[in-house]
């Protein structure tokens, strides 16, 4: 039952993963009981309020506003558009420039040209994210983080020579990333990147969001 | 309003499509229900069983599925596949377990007794297959293994999938990339470890 | 490859490396004693059956490891961050992946209550359903910097209700830290850029 896609190690375990779990009869019969007991479902289309239940609790939902006086919105303008988040990280969108090219993802560069349009996105899975940082005095700097295992050796940077800054530009997944810098043994949050809030180990972290491609 | 199944030749609930069953039912026919529960109760099972890795929890959940789906009958509409509008509850009941499940291990997280006595898991014995696969299954993200039991198991299309979990399709094919990554590294390894 | 792809790939002076090539490592470092392995094994494991993500407490073993902290702290850091992520996936509801739950956990940390978060969940757009996962990052960094916690809150939920995309939740953010350096109060520059991005949105 393996279609023509299917890589072949899926094909090996196929048969096991798919095998059927049997009912037994007695949950089967307890069901049915259930069921006979029941009231006869509802003919119109009334709403069921139970059915709609996307959590057991009824959680605290009071809210509270923020007072604002503010006009009628608008719908934002549809467009792509490149973001560096914070000059650190420099997050580049090769997507597809689609009918409804949505502003979920649309992403606006400081540096960077503002515009990018490809017909075609280079990578599936993963998108180019740029890092630097300023470090004059330096003579090693490397990043670390959720991505490399936080192996020191594993992303050297390197030294820019028309800025000076040291940068690299690494694939990611889309996600959400931890990392920081190591100058010369001290490790350092990215300047301007989002912070991420624990210091379990002495020094605050920085976040880098990449966003999943629109396919 | 009761309906009788006629005497007539041919007429035989088990070639009836889904909708036609929940049609019948809705006019009162609960035989029609557990036809319906027959040709799904399987697949709901099994996926349930692989999604907790439990088999109570996951009979719990089916049964509860049923018996909503049974309560919300009206609301079935004919132009989406039955099974796939049963998973959509299915997998809402096994999402709530999990965080039920969850709530029950936050009093065990908070005892530092109690973890440091907990048992570690026990390593499966010979390379038994279904073990493993089970075993490389649970060490799956939840959205991951529900992705990936979605598609490779019950083999539902992305736009099925889609309405059932209601996660958009870019994102579950990425998710069942990463699943089949991780389970091919982990099958690999079992298979390296032992004999 | 057209010629603003191949533009666009002389701009990085640096060759661009693949990071995680593989799936992420899910063995713990050989660095830790046994007994710490064996305990940080059952707690990911019981995390693990809970259903939470446990890619971020691997992580978080190995930063440990990298930063050359003791093997107690090590623990304390992973046991501090199950109960963030349990915390977090309660509070974000059972359609949350990992990502959210993780940022959710990180939000916690910084000093968001619960109920904020599942606020932020009812006031995400029920037909979208985007993930918080950016709007969580910005919070926690707001709260990182000395935003009070709740007043954060209040801000992105504005956001977040009026369908803001990813983008300019970022750079909301980094227009409200900049404003904070410059020495402007909390309240009044998270009440000047949330006013300025949702009349940004009017036509």
Same mark, same amino acid.
């Given at each position: ?72 919105? %608008? ?25 409804? *090219? ?20 280079? +990578? ?21 983080? +959720? ?39 001290? #490790? /350092? ?27 | ?29 609960? @035989? ?164 | ?5 191949? @533009? ?6 640096? +060759? ?32 693990? #059956? ?51 739950? *993780?940022?959710?956990?990180? @939000? ?14 009812? +006031? ?19 709260? /990182? ?37 410059? %020495? ?20």
């Amino acid at each position: 039952m393996s279609g023509p896609d299917e890589p072949r190690w899926l094909d090996e375990i196929a048969g096991e993963l798919r095998r059927e779990v049997p009912v037994r009869p007695a949950w089967r019969a307890r069901l049915l009981d259930e069921v006979a007991r029941a009231p006869k479902p509802a003919v119109r289309r009334e709403i069921d309020e139970t059915f709609d239940d996307r959590g057991e609790d009824a959680l605290d939902t009071a809210r509270r506003r923020w007072s604002l006086t503010v006009g009628p919105l %608008g719908s934002l303008a549809a467009a792509m558009m490149l973001v560096a988040l914070g000059a650190g990280a420099t997050y580049v969108a090769m997507s597809r420039l689609g009918a409804n *090219a949505s502003q979920r993802s649309a992403q606006t560069s400081a540096p960077a040209p503002s515009h990018l349009v490809s017909s075609a996105p280079v +990578s599936a899975e993963r998108e180019i994210v740029r890092f630097e940082i300023a470090a004059p005095r330096a003579s090693h700097v490397a990043l670390v983080g +959720s991505f490399n295992e936080w192996d020191p050796g594993a992303t050297p940077l390197s030294r820019d020579p028309a800025t000076g800054k040291w940068v690299v530009s690494l694939r990611l997944p889309p996600g959400r990333h931890v990392y920081a810098f190591v100058v010369d043994g001290d #490790v /350092t949050a990215d300047p301007s990147a989002p912070r991420a809030a624990d210091e379990d180990f002495g020094s605050p972290n920085s976040v880098v969001f990449v966003s999943s491609p629109r396919v | 309003m009761a309906v009788t199944q006629p005497d007539v030749p041919g007429f035989n609930l088990a070639t009836m499509t889904d909708a036609t069953l929940v049609r019948r039912v809705l006019d009162g026919d609960t @035989a029609a229900f557990t036809t319906l529960v027959d040709r799904h109760a399987a697949a709901c099972t099994r996926f349930a069983t692989r999604m907790l890795g439990n088999r109570e929890d996951a009979e719990d959940a089916t049964q509860e599925t049923f018996l909503r789906a049974y309560r919300s009958l009206a609301r079935y509409e004919e132009r989406q596949a039955f099974r796939t509008w049963l998973f959509q509850i299915l997998i809402n009941r096994c999402r709530t377990a999990a965080v039920r499940r969850l709530r029950r291990h936050r009093m065990f997280l908070v005892d530092d007794q109690a973890i440091a006595e907990a048992s570690v898991r026990p390593v499966a014995e010979a390379s038994d297959l279904r073990a493993e696969l089970q075993r490389a299954i649970d060490a799956l993200d939840p959205d991951q293994r529900e992705a990936f039991l979605l598609k490779h198991v019950e083999q539902l299309s992305y736009d099925e999938m889609a309405a059932a979990t209601g996660v958009g399709v870019s994102a579950l094919k990425m998710r069942v990339k990463r699943a089949c990554e991780r389970m091919q590294w982990m099958l690999r390894e079992a298979s390296d470890v032992g004999t | 490859m057209s010629v603003r792809l191949l @533009a666009l790939a002389t701009v990085f002076a640096a +060759s661009v490396a693949t990071a995680g090539a593989q799936e992420s490592d899910r063995t713990l470092p050989s660095q830790l004693s046994a007994p710490t392995r064996a305990t940080l094994e059952r707690l990911i494991d019981s995390a693990r #059956v809970a259903g939470l993500p446990v890619d971020p407490l691997y992580s978080k073993v190995r930063e440990g490891v990298f930063r050359a902290a003791d093997e107690p702290r090590v623990v304390a850091a992973v046991q501090r961050l199950t109960r963030d992520l349990g915390d977090a996936r309660l509070a974000l509801g059972d359609g949350a992946g990992a990502e959210e739950i *993780a940022a959710g956990a990180n @939000a916690l940390r910084a000093g968001l209550h619960p109920a904020d978060l599942s606020r932020l969940r009812e +006031s995400r757009d029920r037909r979208d359903n985007h993930p918080l996962t950016v709007a969580l990052v910005v919070l926690a960094d707001l709260a /990182t910097r000395g935003v009070p916690p709740a007043m954060a809150a209040a801000s992105v939920n504005e956001l977040v209700a009026r369908n803001v995309s990813d983008g300019s939740l970022l750079s909301f953010r980094q227009n409200v830290e900049r404003d904070l350096v410059g %020495g402007r109060s909390p309240a009044s520059a998270l009440d000047a850029r949330t006013r300025a991005m949702i009349d940004d949105r009017k036509p």
